[in-house]
């Protein structure tokens, strides 16, 4: 038992709520201009694992059949039966059944936009088989981590919650971006749509700078609709020197760096963004 709890919590990469997490809680904090109540900050969290265990559950049982083909993926857990297909679908389930809980506890406002979150989470897996845009969709799906953080503190929306919504969108699908120029060759093959293997990885890479420059434009924005100071703004200047750092790794003429951009820079700018917003509204 504790070897299949291990090898499913593998199979929806945990660690990575690192990228999600942060958001979350900035929205909440930037909400509660402060801490946000205990109850509301453990429901927050609960909402958040719940969320993205499912999508990628979800994301590893549509993707299956084409990761089995895939060389960079054959080694997943579910192409290479580690694991059994209904296992994992019953965490997407239960963490499904999580996330709506977590909902009903927070207020009526997360509870209405939970059905377009839930949409958006499983459809995102099957984007990439009709559209280039799949990356954007990913991007809708962080929308809503900044963006729910705020309304559950709230209760109410703010312009304020949907930028900084914004930006955490327009970040993820940027650095999606980057992380998909590695399957080029196989996407292209195979007739797996996205942005590197419909545009080529050079103006992929270029679309992603675009991106990640209006995120930071974005983050500006915040400032002073919130009237935030300059432990913020260091934040926004963090993010900003981490991402011309990410795309700095990466070329396309040399993506062996590729994982140092995806995994460790922005776990970084998730972390560092969070921690520099915390301190604007608790001091």
């Known amino acids: 038992m504790t070897n299949k709890i291990m090898t499913l919590a593998d199979l929806v990469k945990y660690e990575h709520t690192i990228f999600a997490l942060p958001f979350a809680y900035i929205g909440s904090f930037l909400a509660a201009g402060g801490l946000p109540d205990p109850w509301v900050f453990l429901w927050v969290t609960m909402a958040m694992v719940g969320g993205r ?22 080694a ?78 709230t209760g109410e929306i703010h312009p304020a919650a949907a930028v900084l919504g914004l930006a955490a969108g327009l970040w993820v699908a940027g650095f999606d971006i980057i992380y998909a120029t590695q399957d080029y060759d196989f996407d292209t093959k195979y007739g797996i749509h996205s942005i590197p293997a419909r545009f080529g990885i050079a103006t992929a890479l270029r679309i992603s700078s675009w991106m990640h420059i209006v995120t930071v434009l974005l983050l500006l924005m915040v400032s002073p609709w919130l009237g935030l100071g300059w432990s913020y ?29 995806f995994f460790t820079v922005n776990g970084y700018i998730a972390l560092i963004f969070f921690f520099f917003s915390a301190v604007e509204v608790l001091t």
């Open 233 to 261: 703004l260091a934040g926004v200047i963090a993010v900003a020197a981490l991402l011309y750092y990410e795309h700095s790794l990466v070329s396309a003429s040399d993506l062996s760096r590729l994982d140092t951009a």
């Open 53 to 74: 265990t499912a999508a990628m559950a979800v994301n590893r049982l549509a993707d299956r059949y084409i990761d089995a083909r895939n060389p960079r993926t054959a």
């Open 76 to 153: 997943r857990h579910l192409p290479s039966g580690q694991i059994e297909a209904s296992k994992v679908f019953w965490l997407a389930f239960i963490s499904f059944v999580l996330l709506g809980l977590a909902a009903w506890k927070l207020n009526p406002l997360c509870v209405a936009f939970l059905p377009a979150i839930v949409l958006v989470l499983v459809a995102y897996s099957y984007t990439k088989r009709f559209t280039w845009a799949c990356h954007l969709v990913l991007g809708l799906a962080y929308f809503f981590v900044p963006f729910g953080g705020w309304i559950a503190v």
